[in-house]
């Protein structure tokens, strides 16, 4: 078993912020894979379903960025599970927006959520980076994180989206190298 995390703020305002996009594509890969409708559990949303052979957990913490380790924490100890089967759905200012990278273990480049989870938990757990771009200085930050994708932006991000919903098996059976060469396929 293994439990996926996307990491977003809750509430209908942060939808659609680059901040969220962990959220998207747990949504997405629910969707895509016919997960169970998601039950409020562990200070999250938790569906339950299948990739191929394996089954995995969607959880989107309902805590705010900053707290998620706290949800995360409580999920991987219900099920007795370890870092080794966590796998974490992030935004990420360092890589150009829609490129998608996969990591195992590592800083968390001043994300809270990341922060959080590594305070509860430790680093050594498979991260999904999402890149969203950097806006140029570190004042803009802030706004760009928590902005909303723009209209120009839809079409590559539902692309990006559901390229990540069609190789999930890969990344379920831990071909991690095979994931991201199937979505850049995908994105050409």
Not at 156 to 165: K, S
Request: proline share 3%; glycine share 12%.
């Amino acid at each position: 078993m293994q439990l996926w995390v996307g990491l977003g703020n809750p509430g209908a305002k942060y939808a659609l912020n680059r901040h969220n996009v962990g959220y998207m594509a747990c949504d997405t890969i629910a969707e895509m894979h016919g997960f169970a409708p998601p039950q409020k559990k562990f200070q999250g949303w938790l569906s339950e379903g299948r990739i191929g052979s394996d089954k995995v957990l969607l959880l989107k913490p309902a805590t705010f960025m900053n707290e998620s380790g706290r949800s995360v924490g409580e999920a991987l100890r219900f099920y007795r599970l370890t870092t080794d089967d966590l796998t974490v759905f992030h935004d990420e200012l360092d890589l150009a927006p829609m490129k998608v990278k996969v990591k195992q273990g590592g800083g968390t480049a001043g994300h809270n959520g990341l922060r959080s989870i590594d305070q509860h938990m430790g680093r050594d757990f498979r991260r999904v980076r999402i890149g969203i771009g950097h806006p140029g200085h570190k004042d803009r930050v802030t706004g760009h994180v928590l902005g909303n994708y723009a209209k120009a932006e839809q079409d590559d991000l539902i692309a990006m989206l559901g390229a990540i919903g069609a190789e999930a098996e890969w990344l379920a059976r831990g071909d991690d190298v095979r994931f991201l060469n199937d979505i850049a396929l995908r994105q050409q």
